[in-house]
């Protein structure tokens, strides 16, 4: 468990969070409050829409009802004269500064070095000069173990290279929240470790929040301050990974996690 | 909008030149998928004197632009054989139709290399002949990847018919040509604008006709096949 | 009369030459306008906004499907009378007009082939930008147009050949390339066999190279993820 005192990173509250896909409710009146500098670890049977949790809020997907604040400001919603309107492009791009995403596919930019993959957002969305964003690019690489590799194109790269290097991008914007989405499912079985080590490293400095779909229940039990068991558009039951792992109330959850540990 | 129309008249000669245009069309498709057909087969051949004649027509045919082909077979071609002359409709339909032979032969060489070896290989485990495993095992399995690209090769035909025009064939383009020239004599002028929008959108309804019977071909080759 | 005359032959042949450089102009000219405005054409068709992309896709259609002849007639005879158009833009001299047809016309061909080579990117990319905020242009700019264009190459090479054989048609409204020299050859000294087969041997020389190496762009592997 990591010290409790130099928390930072923002609050995540969604509130009555609707998401459907044509009949298909995916988030149904979705309630859920994240602390600032929380890690909250999301499980689940698949299509159980746990994904779509982190989609909505990286905006993604777009919530059809409900409402989610980060940091205490609205995300799709802006108070227009005491009333809640839906937002504008601009007001949820403001908001969306604070949360990036790491993605089960990496998604790096094929056409750029590994450097130009994190130099990139800095520069076109903060305004970072180059030399800046270069400087800050390498202190990152560096920071997730590929100081060698600045200048490998994606396709030159590990899986687990690729994710560090993804990793990093997100890091680069100095996010107050960020998302995990099945980070390690997409790679090799000896390359799980090295990125776990880095995840291990940013949770336990306490500076983000973290919400995670994965699953690595080891390593949800090691790092996680809360796991939550989704199913059918609700969190089933949520709490510390010892109770919930160890003795889950829900006979669904000990089902899911016989299921998963087993194999 | 009783101003986007021409008179009844006018409309009848349009009519006339569409006729002659569809007479183009129907000829260089003729040609041009004889051509395809022969010199895609060919381009495959065991024989290398074969492949490489077949490659030969396809890069002169298709390196060759059209309109510069039309001109030459009409107007040089003859010359060169003796002739006084070549019949305009004769010299647009061998012009289009080799241009078109060139391309549609790349289109149906594709399509018999898509074809799986494996039922190659069953027709020679069923001791056919070279012909009877093209026209019973591979041709009805290429159809299906032909005629896509081949329905847009046809439009492209289509359009290339306007060139006849020049050639001094009373085809729609020659017809809008000569409304244009009667208007310098003519107490009525027709707008121009509205001539050559109204003779587009003929060139327009004649494309989608092509259009929807490929449509239909494909549709019944699919049945043919079932979901593969 | 003998059918092919050497010395005829060799005394049109910088005329002809003269007429090719003027298609070759036209054809640079026209790629130009083509690939540019191609690509506006692509990315508008990708606009959330339907009454901008619908009316977009129509008019790709309908270009697309009628003959550049006709369209050129058009720029040519009627435009220029239909006086509600200031007059700089609808008084085109004859090449402008070529190369406002050819560019047009092949504007809605590369239209399509950008808009393969948008849709072949993987969505994770625009998922990706998203997620580091960036802007809408940047994404474009950056992101999504520098691994589109490299796949959209093969084809819009294929345009820049197929234009450059429908750039002859500019001699139905007197655009001086190499098929309006032939044919004035023609109607001045009666000779069809030499103007015509040494325009056609011109096109050859520079279409079939060109073909060549188009093709040799599309075997070019492209970033794999």
């Known amino acids: 468990m990591k010290p409790d005192n130099k928390r930072t990173g923002a609050s995540v509250a969604m509130r009555q969070v609707v998401k459907a896909f044509g009949e298909n409710v995916v988030l149904n009146k979705l309630d859920l409050d994240v602390d600032p500098g929380e890690v909250v670890v999301i499980i689940g049977p698949s299509g159980s829409g746990k994904t779509t949790i982190l989609r909505v809020i990286m905006t993604l997907e777009r919530i059809d009802e409900g409402t989610i604040e980060i940091d205490g400001r609205h995300l799709y919603h802006e108070q227009k004269n005491g009333v809640l309107t839906p937002a504008s492009e601009k007001h949820i791009r403001s908001v969306r500064s604070d949360i990036s995403m790491v993605f089960q596919h990496f998604n790096l930019f094929p056409h750029m070095s590994a450097r130009e993959n994190v130099m990139l957002a800095p520069m076109k969305v903060k305004g970072m000069t180059e030399d800046e964003a270069d400087v800050q690019a390498q202190e990152l690489l560096n920071k997730v173990g590929l100081g060698d590799k600045l200048d490998h194109r994606p396709s030159e790269l590990s899986g687990g290279q690729k994710q560090r290097v993804a990793i990093a991008r997100s890091l680069a914007m100095e996010p107050k929240v960020m998302l995990f989405d099945e980070v390690t499912s997409a790679l090799d079985p000896e390359l799980v470790g090295e990125v776990l080590t880095v995840l291990r490293e940013l949770a336990a400095s306490g500076e983000m929040t973290m919400m995670m779909v994965t699953h690595e229940m080891g390593f949800a039990s090691e790092m996680a301050d809360r796991v939550l068991m989704f199913d059918r558009g609700q969190i089933l039951e949520q709490g510390p990974p010892d109770k919930l792992f160890k003795d889950p109330d829900h006979e669904r959850t000990k089902t899911f996690l016989r299921a998963v540990l087993s194999h | ?228 | 009369m003998t059918r092919w005359d050497w010395d005829y032959a060799w005394e049109i042949t910088p005329g002809l030459i003269q007429g090719m450089l003027t298609t070759i102009l036209a054809t640079l000219l026209g790629i130009t306008v083509a690939v540019i405005l191609g690509l506006f054409l692509a990315i508008g068709r990708r606009s959330d906004r339907k009454w901008i992309s619908y009316p977009l896709a129509w008019i790709i259609e309908f270009i697309r499907s009628t003959p550049l002849l006709i369209q050129l007639f058009f720029l040519f005879y009627a435009l220029p009378l239909i006086t509600f158009i200031p007059e700089p833009i609808r008084f085109l001299s004859p090449l402008t007009a070529l190369v406002v047809g050819l560019g047009v016309h092949y504007a809605c061909y590369c239209s399509e082939a950008y808009r393969a080579g948008i849709n072949s990117v993987d969505k994770g990319q625009w998922e990706a930008s998203t997620s580091l905020n960036l802007k809408m242009t940047t994404t474009w700019r950056s992101v999504i147009l520098p691994q589109a264009i490299p796949r959209a190459l093969p084809p819009l090479g294929n345009y820049f050949v197929g234009m450059f054989k429908d750039a002859p048609q500019g001699s139905a409204i007197t655009v001086a390339g190499v098929l309006f020299v032939a044919r004035a050859l023609q109607s001045a000294d009666f000779r069809t066999v030499e103007p015509y087969t040494i325009a056609g041997i011109l096109f050859l020389i520079v279409s079939i190279p060109a073909a060549i190496f188009v093709r040799s762009l599309e075997r070019r592997t492209f970033y794999e993820t």
């Open chain 2, 1 to 228: 909008m009783d101003d986007l129309i021409l008179n009844a008249r006018q409309y009848g000669n349009l009519l006339e030149g569409t006729l002659v245009t569809i007479q183009v069309i129907v000829g260089s498709f003729a040609l041009g998928t004889f051509m395809a057909v022969v010199m895609g087969v060919a381009r495959l051949s065991d024989k290398k004197w074969i492949r490489q004649a077949a490659l030969v027509y396809i890069e002169f045919a298709r390196g060759i632009s059209a309109i510069i082909l039309l001109f030459w077979m009409a107007y040089a071609l003859p010359i060169l054989f003796g002739a006084p002359s070549m019949p305009p409709m004769l010299a647009g339909i061998l012009a289009l139709g080799l241009n078109m032979g060139a391309y549609g032969a790349e289109i149906v060489r594709g399509a018999i290399q898509a074809v799986p070896k494996g039922q190659t290989e069953a027709t020679i485990a069923l001791n056919m002949t070279d012909r009877q495993r093209l026209r019973h095992v591979v041709f009805p399995q290429a159809v299906p990847i032909i005629l896509p690209p081949y329905g847009n090769l046809t439009i492209e035909v289509l359009k290339g018919t306007a060139l006849v025009s020049l050639i001094a064939l009373n085809d729609l383009a020659r017809v809008a040509q000569v409304i244009r020239q009667n208007n310098v004599i003519s107490d009525s002028p027709v707008p121009l604008a509205i001539l050559y929008l109204n003779v587009l959108v003929i060139y327009l309804i004649l494309a989608q006709v092509i259009a929807q019977l490929f449509k239909v071909a494909e549709r019944r080759s699919a049945r043919r096949f079932g979901s593969t």
